[in-house]
């Protein structure tokens, strides 16, 4: 029995130590000029990426009295050298609704994200977030709103 062990852990290893040291070097591999990866380390500005710059990514409402509907348009710019597209974007209540830009954002052109705030039954502090998906790196961009809803006068 002893002996069955020994054999299969000496099989075994040897395995292991020849898949580790198996290289293939056949031709398959890509040259590393012709590979494009828009997340390397590497910042390639001739990339035909597109990139996207909010002018700002959080906005302060401040006081607003309950019951209000408030908008905001968060402004950005494709400073990317290709089109931007926006996939996707969701919001993290219901109670805030974004509407965007469905076309593609040609490289130095503008768009905005309008974002509307419903304060119907809440109240207090209110931090909200809205998340936009596009084809740029990385391809999410949370954006934030925030809102100190009061009760209107008179109100008990």
Known sequence: MR?????????????????CGNSSNDGTRLPSDIVNNPSSASD?????AAKIEFTKTKHDFGRIIQGEKVTYAFKFKNTGNGNLIISDVSSSCGCTIPTFTKEPVKPGETGLLKVTFE????????????TLVSN?????TVLKIKAQIVEPKGWD
């Open 3 to 19: 002996n069955l062990i020994y054999t299969v852990l000496i099989i075994i290893i040897s395995l292991i130590a020849w898949g």
């Open 44 to 48: 390639n500005e001739n990339s035909a």
């Open 119 to 130: 304060s119907e039954n809440r109240r207090g502090f209110q931090n909200k977030t809205v």
């Open 136 to 140: 740029t790196q990385p391809n999410t």
